[in-house]
């Protein structure tokens, strides 16, 4: 995946145009890892552009939906860290923590310790 120059911040930055994110929409595997990509770059509202249509195309109730849900959640808290919003984020990270817990196994190929690390960076994280 391209990067925009710079993280899109709702309110603050240009959101980035829409054909970034045209590749990923009928690849979910490519949309995926455009999304961890983004993520370890920290382009948190990035990422979830990219996992939003992974997470729909999941069986509902299923593990690979939940850790979706739970990943997007995860991108959402790094990019209220980063936007000096700590009760939103902390708010939201308890989301996320709810969603991964229905996680079973290594849906999509992640496994806990993937998920931990990417945790691990939201918790990490600080505002600009």
């Known amino acids: 995946?391209?990067?925009p120059p710079e993280p899109?911040?709702?309110g603050r930055t240009p959101r980035p145009d829409p054909a970034l994110f045209a590749p990923f929409r009928d690849d979910p595997a490519a949309a995926l890892r455009a999304g961890l990509t983004a993520f370890a770059a920290?382009?948190?509202w990035e990422a979830h552009e990219c996992w939003e249509g992974v997470w729909m195309a999941q069986p509902p109730a299923s593990a690979a939906?939940?850790?979706m849900r739970g990943l997007i959640q995860l991108a959402n808290a790094g990019l209220k860290r980063r936007m000096g919003r700590e009760?939103?984020?902390?708010?939201?990270?308890?989301?996320?923590?709810?969603?991964l817990?229905?996680?079973?196994?290594?849906?999509l190929g992640l496994d806990a310790a993937a998920v931990q690390r990417l945790r691990g960076q939201v918790l990490a994280e600080t505002a600009l």
């Open 1 to 3: 995946m391209i990067l």
């Open 8 to 10: 899109h911040f709702p």
């Open 42 to 44: 920290r382009y948190y």
């Open 101 to 107: 817990r229905e996680v079973q196994g290594a849906p």
């Open 65 to 67: 939906r939940h850790l």
């Open 87 to 99: 009760a939103a984020a902390l708010r939201i990270l308890a989301l996320a923590d709810a969603s």
